[in-house]
């Protein structure tokens, strides 16, 4: 059995499930971890998972280089995907990011498949919806820069149907589901605020075959990432800001879409 989740000082305690050493919560860890606990499991190391989110205040789900049903890859993956579908019922704060997206996608009835248009590596724009810019989440980042946002990405797979009831926020010229929400707390991100340049040096150097199969330039990519660095961490900090917000409030409100 799974101990519950142990508080200090009356903190709420996040649940973090990280696949692999590189692929952390990074640029987002110190505001979540400002205001929350974080409870991280690797399944990956043996790690096991809580039967439900039950006596946690959110969850998160990073990101990983199986797919979203690879669970002979990865036996811990439907463990998970039940994890996301009950913390979307219980309307607890719930993000997922990247493999943590299409988890989230297929627990709660959407569908992920092999990417038609291929690999999709780089700071890459993505473009935020209407409903956007009254969302709890991505609302403060429409605000900071405006309804294009460049973004980083690594991944094949995609988000080929939304949830029902999924209300897509941010879309992109390759692939077209990059942000959506599930009710007013859960929310699937293709792309990957919460990278640090150490990380997206590792992902480079360990895929480096299949993005030069791609013909994509390495150098180039590290080289785009490293001239938006800046960037990308206020946005990550926004991302994070926003979503620890919701670990201590109310439920939002949300425009209906």
Do not use: N
Not at 95 to 123: K, Y
């Amino acid at each position: 059995m799974t101990p519950a989740p142990t508080r200090t000082s009356g903190r709420p305690v996040v649940l973090v499930v990280q696949h692999e050493a590189d692929a952390g919560l990074g640029r987002l860890q110190p505001a979540i971890e400002a205001v929350a606990q974080l409870d991280v499991r690797r399944p990956d190391r043996g790690h096991a998972l809580p039967a439900t989110p039950a006596g946690y205040a959110g969850v998160v789900v990073l990101g990983g280089s199986m797919g979203a049903t690879d669970d002979d890859v990865a036996p811990w993956l439907p463990a998970t995907r039940r994890l996301l579908a009950a913390a979307v019922e219980a309307a607890l704060p719930t993000l997922g990011l990247c493999l943590g997206a299409q988890l989230l996608a297929v627990a709660t009835g959407g569908r992920v498949e092999r990417g038609a248009a291929g690999l999709e590596v780089g700071v890459v724009p993505v473009t935020l919806a209407e409903a956007a810019r009254d969302d709890p989440l991505l609302g403060a980042v429409v605000a900071r820069g405006g309804p294009v946002a460049a973004v980083p990405q690594y991944h094949q797979d995609a988000v080929t149907r939304l949830p029902p009831g999924a209300v897509l926020l941010a879309s992109g010229e390759r692939y077209p589901h990059q942000a959506y929400r599930l009710g007013d707390r859960a929310w699937g991100l293709q792309y990957h605020p919460e990278v640090t340049a150490t990380d997206w040096a590792a992902w480079l150097r360990d895929g480096h075959g299949a993005v030069a199969a791609a013909g994509l330039d390495p150098a180039r990519l590290a080289a785009a990432y490293a001239a938006a660095e800046g960037d990308l961490a206020g946005s990550a900090d926004v991302h994070a800001t926003a979503w620890a917000r919701l670990l201590t409030a109310g439920s939002p409100t949300v425009q209906a879409s």
